[in-house]
């Protein structure tokens, strides 16, 4: 293959395509030839990559783009009046641009501000606790003019909770650079031990051992080695890494500078999620400070100085891109599909290269690891999970917004942190975690007779520790009332899976498409109990035969809220016959009518 | 250093080099790992999913596995093999595929996995989304209703200078591969001819190339002759009373009667259907209505009409067991061909455009005693339960008997690979 100097590099593709994007309001079809010619590829290839993002755009989306979470804990805090009245004041519905193309309005699963919902983006700008009122402020206000950066709300950082002051590890003040004299003083094994030694470990939501993760990483002899954080948090209900970002970017940094001299990486990036856009600017900013003071660039003081630098790399929509291959492949500007796994990123992971991709809030732990000592670290939290845990709370409850928890925090503590009233399920981990059933009352008091005979779930629940060594939590944590319907929130978790599914193995991609279609018929009432069953055998199949953990994880939710409220799902059901409820001849014939009636209108 | 290591597949110990592909070491020593994305030497895709074993208690996919000393792999178990069944017969859901209409039956590598694994009919329903035929390609078509996205072409085929021909877009249940038509043009006659062998299925055509085999020497009607037939056991309630004869009754709902026709070709053992069965409602008698309840009833073709659904309900209230035969029952067949076309414009095609309309045609027929056409063209198992099924396009008269009579006596079955075609 013959490389030509003029050929751009594949890994700035997504750079020039949100350029296009945000310049133009779309891709056409002549920028698509210059850019798959300035990246020596075929067009369709470019347009496989576009498709794959769902912020890229082949048709016009509007001069105002205007994103609205789709997703249920905004359905639940009254998304309805707001989305008609976007669509009343623009005069279309959904999924459309106005005439004069000036707004478009799409949707889009979870954006990150599940405490302040209903809320939206436009243009990439943050507008939160929406009100039919306001949205009609808003549009507006743009008419007449007005600048989005003035009118946009800064998402607030609602920090409800974090554990006494000597326990506190992340949201505490931090003087910016101050871990970093400790590189002096450390050779890479040594911190590395140190990481090991503390237990840290993903808190993306696998919890696989960090320090391990970096010494791997070390251990593969390359000439360039890449740290990776990985900022795509599209966890329904999760912000906690938006709001680390906000309150203690710092961290961030230093986390990732620690790790690129432990493992020996010259280069690092922050795959920023897409939804996040309006934080790049602020992290840019930091990122010069960092340069002006030696911190990253050439020759940084340490026990042996080393080289490193980061820049940020913009997802543009795919919750897939979360899962370390996929973002790996998206990094380098092709489809983000997760990869076979014959290799760990550790072992050949960005461009080829042995790669750490962590999380946020791993990377944000390890300077305030280094700053407490692993000792004081060490005697917080559990023995196997020492230190603290940042949850995202939203819901059904007074006391929305991050908590930063001791690891070992009892499950029925917590919940009266958030003050919610009549719980019933509380969604750990996001749709593919835990679904945690809880009865009111101190879990004493049952809610229905028919509950009787599975009490000892919700009893075992209430009792339960929220740690290492029994429930842990990637960050996500949704609250449902009584009031809320299980299948409604189950088909929203379907249908979040059938969206963000990458497409390329059979299970994941028709299965869940399938199983979706199922969930519908149970919501209509066509349901019998042969469809649990099957519901059932399909769940199986998708979780033993996906090809990466969305699928294998993607009915996590639907298995246990079928096995926690088998009377809801009764309800839902019909004795089995040997007709299928879901098919209704007089809809089936509907459309046949109309033609018929239509023509023999034109004849008369 | 030794590179010898010792694995056990389903219990059975093997001694094989370190590092080699699981698929591949099964095959050695007669285990059978079906697959679709695999394909020789080019890296392992893990897209098809079908080869997924055990290993170590864990599911995995086998052509990803390198083997390595003490490893555990269970290939065969129910489970495994119901998995490996239930990815066929999504992939047919999923896709639109006519096997009777399709030029590389015979010859598709997942219309055979269907074969073996004796698949009479998908458990899911069918999706039938409109998908692209693509026929600008210079040289290809592009048959997206029979892809399987094992993404074999996106890997493989490039242009000499090295750029992609075939190309995922979308995702999702959206996800297709399309052709580039510059980077097709560049491909010579060879690699077009490759491309398409390289398809699993019948996605990827080159024009005036495409039947390679004449009909009856296909490539799987060869190699089937070696699989063992299919046993299937029957349970079945059927209200008979003793000495009375079993009560027999057919349809054709839309289908073209070759089934029917099939029917008679049973032969001389009709004779001996006769002797143990009476026919009641059906073509073969001319009787228009049920006049008793009956054992067994036969449907040929899928719901197209508001006459169908009805007589379709009407056997299943009339009968003790429903089965399915042909393709058209099964999953629609050739006229749920149609359910990719707006309705209306199908009337139109049928009626004012056609090339076989009069000249000057202009009325679509609507009355009352019309049977009124249904949005799509429905495989009778989505209107109502089906108890047994007979695959083919015509099913082959012996594989109709045998399932007949063996529901009638209660008696287990087995299909050979001869008589089991989709075609």
């Known amino acids: 293959m013959t490389f030509h100097k003029k050929h751009l590099p594949r890994t700035s593709l997504m750079d020039v395509l949100w350029e296009i994007q945000r310049k133009k309001r779309h891709i056409g079809r002549d920028d698509m030839s210059k850019i798959a010619q300035q990246f020596n590829m075929s067009r369709m290839e470019l347009e496989g990559v576009i498709t794959f993002y769902h912020f890229f755009h082949r048709r016009d989306c ?5 994103y609205l979470n789709s997703g249920i804990i905004s359905r639940f805090s009254g998304r309805k009046p707001v989305k008609k009245a976007f669509e009343d004041i623009l005069g279309i519905e959904t999924g459309n641009v106005t005439e004069d193309g000036m707004f478009g309005l799409l949707e889009t699963p979870c954006i990150g501000l599940s405490d302040q919902e209903p809320a939206c983006l436009i243009n990439f700008k943050p507008f939160t606790n929406l009100t039919p009122e306001k949205v009609a402020d808003i549009i507006s206000s743009i ?19 974090t554990p006494s002051k000597d326990r506190t590890v992340f949201f505490k003040p931090y003087t910016t650079f101050s871990a970093l004299s400790q590189l002096k003083d450390l050779h890479p094994e040594e911190l590395i031990e140190i990481v090991k030694k503390s237990k840290l470990a993903g808190r993306g939501g696998a919890f696989f051992p960090t320090g391990l993760k970096w010494q791997f990483c070390r251990h593969n002899v390359a000439d360039q080695k890449y740290i990776i954080c990985n900022a795509d948090e599209g966890e329904p209900g999760t912000f906690k890494d938006r709001v680390l970002m906000e309150e203690h970017p710092e961290l961030l940094i230093e986390g990732m500078i620690f790790a690129a001299y432990a493992v020996g990486a010259a280069k690092g990036a922050i795959y920023l999620r897409a939804e996040y856009m309006y934080l790049k600017e602020p992290l840019e900013n930091l990122l010069s400070t960092y340069r002006q003071n030696g911190f990253l660039g050439s020759d940084i003081a340490a026990k042996i100085p080393f080289d490193f630098d980061i820049y940020i790399h913009m997802g543009a929509g795919a919750y897939v891109c979360g899962e370390e291959t996929a973002l790996i492949n998206s990094m380098e500007g092709k489809r983000g599909e997760p990869s076979t796994k ?28 280094l700053e407490m000592g692993v000792d004081t670290w060490l005697q917080i939290g559990t023995d196997k999970t020492p230190g603290t845990k940042i949850l995202s709370v939203s819901g059904d409850c007074p006391n929305k917004g991050i908590y930063e928890i001791e690891w070992g925090m009892k499950f029925n503590d917590f919940l009266k942190l958030t003050g919610v009233e009549k719980p019933k399920i509380v969604q750990f981990s996001g749709p593919s975690g835990d679904c945690l059933s809880i009865t009111p009352d101190e879990g004493k008091t049952l809610r229905s007779s028919q509950r009787k005979s599975r009490d000892y779930l919700t009893d075992q629940e209430y009792d339960r520790v929220i740690s290492g060594e029994d429930i842990t939590c990637g960050g996500s944590v949704m609250i449902f009332n009584e009031s809320r319907n299980i299948l409604q929130i189950i088909k929203s978790f379907s249908d979040f899976f059938v969206a963000e599914s990458c497409g390329i193995c059979v299970p994941c991609r028709t299965g869940n498409f399938l199983l979706n279609k199922k969930l519908e018929k149970l919501l209509h009432g066509h349901g019998e109990k042969k469809d649990l069953e099957d519901i059932k055998a399909w769940s199986e199949i998708i979780r033993t035969t996906s090809r990466c953990g969305l699928g294998q994880m ?5 298995l246990q809220a079928i096995e926690k409220f088998p009377e809801e799902f009764d309800r839902a059901l019909s004795d089995n016959t040997d007709f299928n409820k879901a098919f209704h001849l007089d809809e089936a014939v509907a459309e046949y009518d109309n033609i018929i009636n239509e023509l023999t209108s034109d004849y008369e | 250093m030794n590179n010898r290591i010792n694995l056990t597949i389903d219990g059975k110990t093997i001694q094989t080099e370190a590092g080699k592909n699981l698929v591949d070491v099964a095959k050695e020593n007669g285990i059978y790992i079906p697959t679709l994305c695999y394909f020789r030497e080019l890296n392992p895709l893990a897209t098809c999913r079908i080869c997924t074993v055990k290993l170590n208690g864990r599911h995995t996919t086998g052509c990803t596995i390198k083997v390595a000393d003490g490893m555990d792999i269970e290939v065969n178990t129910p489970e495994l093999l119901d998995n490996r069944k239930a990815i066929i017969e999504m992939l047919y859901a999923e896709g639109n595929h006519f096997c009777p209409s399709c030029e590389k039956s015979g010859n598709c590598d997942m219309q055979n996995l269907g074969y073996d694994m004796g698949i009479t009919v998908t458990r899911y329903p069918h999706v039938f989304s409109d998908k692209i035929v693509d026929f600008n390609p210079k040289r290809m078509i592009m048959e997206s209703n029979r892809c399987i996205l094992c993404k074999r072409c996106v890997e493989e085929v490039k242009t000499k200078d090295g750029k992609d021909v075939f190309s995922f877009v979308q995702r999702g249940v959206k996800t297709r591969v399309h052709i580039d038509y510059e980077q097709e043009e560049k491909l010579s006659e060879s690699e077009a001819l490759h491309a398409m062998n ?9 024009k005036g190339m495409i039947h390679e085999q004449p009909f009856g020497e296909r490539k799987y009607d060869l190699l089937g002759k070696n699989i063992l037939p299919k046993v299937t056991s029957v349970n079945n309630n059927l209200h008979k009373k003793e000495n009375e004869k079993f009560i027999v009754a057919t349809t054709s709902l839309a289908g073209c009667f070759g089934c029917h026709m099939s029917l008679l070709d049973i032969d001389t053992d009709l004779l001996d259907i006769i002797e143990i069965a009476e026919f009641n409602k059906s073509p073969l008698t001319d009787i228009k209505k049920f006049s008793k309840r009956c054992h067994i009833g036969l449907i040929e073709g899928g719901c197209a009409n508001s006459e169908n659904v ?3 309900e009407e056997f299943r209230k009339k009968c003790d067991i429903l089965v399915a035969f042909g393709e058209c029952a099964i999953m629609g067949g050739i006229p749920a061909m149609r359910n990719f076309v707006p309705l209306k414009e199908c009337l139109e095609e049928a009626y004012l455009n056609g090339v076989t309309t009069e000249i000057g045609a202009h009325i679509i027929p609507g009355h009352e005693d019309i049977p009124k056409l249904l949005n799509n063209v429905y495989p009778c198992n989505e209107v109502v339960k089906i108890d047994y099924y007979i695959p083919g396009c015509p099913p082959n008269a012996q594989h109709i008997w045998k399932v007949v009579k063996s529901i009638l006596l209660g008696e287990e079955f087995s299909i050979t690979h001869d008589e089991f075609k989709y075609d």
């Open chain 1, 342 to 369: 014959e290799f760990f990123p550790v072992q050949k992971g960005f461009l080829g290269k042995p790669t750490v991709v962590n999380n946020v809030e791993t990377l944000c732990a390890v300077p305030r690891i």
């Open chain 2, 310 to 312: 009805h007589v379709l």
């Open chain 1, 554 to 558: 993607s009915n996590n939710s639907l």
């Open chain 1, 62 to 66: 509007g001069k105002y783009t205007i």
């Open chain 2, 198 to 206: 390289l398809c699993p299925v019948g996605a990827i055509l080159v």
């Open chain 1, 143 to 161: 008419k007449k003019g007005a600048r989005l950066s003035d009118i946009c709300d800064k998402p607030k950082s609602i920090i409800y909770y």
